[in-house]
């Protein structure tokens, strides 16, 4: 029996490297739940995926100690509480990998500083702190890339806003390949697991969720049930249809993203109906979609917040997850000295 399942589970595993950086920073969010998150869950079971907090890129905005601290573990209680399971990836903090410093080091002298200056993500942090700009700023896209190739990952999970860093990751990659004479690095690519990957727009009818300040329009996978239930009756509706199967503004649309999302195919279809013979109520499908809402979120809140209270299960996860890490990066690291010339012993 065993070995049927070990056989079946060789078949439909890839052995192609995933490898994705989880920010440290905000609380997740519904649209980081089915912008991310969801994508993560179906490449645990596919791929070879690392999975790792970036508590060093953090640095870059000097957080508090002791807030840098907790957000760390919030979201990696978060993430697990949403379905991310340590035994099928390696979940791991960023800084727990003293190969990723290591290869940055390597990679940064491959870097230079003029195209490091013209990354937009960089020009907007120089807009935004102008009294920090350090050094790690301007480098991020590098320690980004030592974070991928230190797996030799070939596969990344992105959003748009990241898509150049990782074209800067290719040209390291590249460059390294080129002066040192080897196909060591693969060079890599954006990955999306599934294209319809759902775009979960703000409940103010303001642009995504992802980039919303208005906590308001955003739905926290921390928020409670009544802060929902309060949220979703805010969101943005207007008076109605007048004509039959309208065309319907981006801010219905969304609410019925949601409901496709939260609710049973029934429900929806009827509203959707409704919507098309004129006699929604929006009420009605708010009060419905707060409760779907509440039903879907809870479970995750509660148990993020369980694993919360439980440090040293969290730290048994990113322990055993490091150690899993470690052993993938030590390899590249070796073999990166070798090529380099630095391995003298
Ligand atoms: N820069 C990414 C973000 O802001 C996070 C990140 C850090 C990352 N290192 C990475 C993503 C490596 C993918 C691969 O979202």
Redesign the pocket.
Known sequence: MTITTKRLSLQTMSTEIV?????STGHLHLGNYFGAIQNYLKMQDTYNCYF?V?DY?ALTTHPDPKLLRENVFRVLAENIASGLDPEKVALYA?SDVPEIPELYLMLNMLAYKGELEKVPTFKDKVRQQPENVNAGLLT?PV??AA??LIHK?AK????K??EQ??EM?RNFAARFNKRYGEDFFPEPQVFRFSQDAMKIMSLDGNGKMSKSENVNATIYLSDSDDVIRKKIMKAKTDGGPTEPNSEMPDYISNLFVLLNAMSATETSQSYRDAFNNCNIRYGDMKKQLAEDMVAFVSPIREKAFELQQDHDMLRKILKAGAEKARASASETIEGARKLIGINYY
């Open positions: 490898v994705s950086g989880i920010r790792f970036a890129h960023q991020y320690l980004m974070d991928i990952g990344v999970p992105v959003g806003d990241q860093h990782l990751a």
